[in-house]
């Protein structure tokens, strides 16, 4: 399989500042962009609930997703429980594709 492309939605858990998960994300995003298989990697907050947040995320291949799980940034930003999934979309790209 070629490229992937992930969209998901995070929520805040409740009772947890919003502004410190935003941190916390940001230093998430900042050492996942430096991955090998890490084509892109952005969070963006929700204007209207900024509890919840939405990840554009692209990737090489469904192996460098997965050793994304391992890498020691991840591991250690799952650890705090600050947010859980609320849904996670594998897309694959139609528009810009070589014929």
């Known amino acids: 399989m070629g490229q992937l492309w992930i969209n998901a939605g995070l929520v805040t ?13 940001h230093t998430l995003a900042a050492s996942t962009v430096k991955e090998a298989g890490c084509i892109k990697f952005e969070v ?21 997703l997965s050793a994304h ?13 600050l947010t859980k999934v609320t849904y996670i979309e594998n897309l694959t790209m139609v528009t810009n594709e070589e014929k």
């Open 13 to 25: 858990e409740a009772g947890l500042d919003t502004d410190e998960v935003r941190l916390a994300l």
């Open 44 to 64: 963006l907050q929700h204007q209207d609930n900024p509890s919840r947040f939405t990840l554009w995320e692209h990737w090489v291949s469904s192996d460098a």
């Open 69 to 81: 799980f391992e890498a020691e940034h991840t591991l250690a930003y799952l650890a705090r429980n």
